[in-house]
């Protein structure tokens, strides 16, 4: 489907019919209020549709990128600055880190709430290389080139139960004008039971990446955050090697690896004065991407009938993948 016009500046802007699309959509209430619009399967908040629609039109892959995809709130935040410390480990020691000054949000940015939202064609040449960029587009509405191409996808999600609990937390920081956000979790609860959520239903993009990671084990690296908060270490190992970038022997000895999970534990970069008191373009502070990061805060929010009804809704889902999830520490 065309939604767009290049205008004679090259810029390219939304025709009418997007708008008509989306209010042809079925939509629902998202957890802060505002508007979920369901298009191809996906549950888009209404500030990520349009971007989530030019992305994947118009977005054009380099073998060189990596891609960060996620559920909102399963780790998104720490995964871009893992990431970014090990890419570019050779430029800037954790003591000199970027992250030092910027927030990762703006050092890896996301396609459809930042860049693709925007401008409908934003200029990506001035990202440096490798472009790292992130989304929370499914697998299977990714747009063509990156599944084409020779780049890298790294996966992150989070048991569904503190992911739930996670979002329900972030979204109160929302301040939509005339949008009252849910009082409760059990307001939103049905909803999400049935993969109304943002981005959801949680089985289908969880499982997208999951398959994608067994069949394409070199383009795909599928990672929980469960395992990361176990073990950084040798998760920080897996996606080094999976770049294509291995830690050497003599940075294994020199404690590098630690000091890059130092530099992005959660302490370290909710500590920090630009994650502290910034503001995200969109109004958001930056430190409401930083609140316990703990396996299992969900027991302070759900009771356990809530807890194992969703469970069984997504095992159900979920069934003969192979995919499970720890709920505890
Ligand atoms: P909680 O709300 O459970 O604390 P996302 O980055 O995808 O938005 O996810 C946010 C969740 O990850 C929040 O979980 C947040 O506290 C946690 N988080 C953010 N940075 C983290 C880090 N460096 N290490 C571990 N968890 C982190």
Redesign the pocket.
Known sequence: METTTISSNGESEVKDEIQGLIASLPSEKNWDGSPLYFYQGVWYPVFAIRGALSFQQHFIAQDTDIILA?M???????LK?LTFSVVNRNIYSPKESPLLATPPHELVRFFEIDLYSKKQLPDLIQLPSPRICSCHSHYETLPQSIRDSGCKIVYICRNPL?QLV?YF?FSRKFKRENVKPLSSIEEGFDNVCLGIQSYGPFWDTVLGYWKASLERPDKVLFLKYEDLKEDIISNLKKIAEFLGIPFTDKEEKEGVIEEISRL???DS?RNLEVNKNGVRPSGLPNSS??????VG?WTNYLSPFMAENYLKIVEEKLGGSGLTFRTSQ
């Open positions: 996620s909102p709130k399963s780790g998104t935040t720490w600055a503190d996670s937390h992005c534990s959660l970069l991407f930083f609140r316990k990061g703990e805060d």
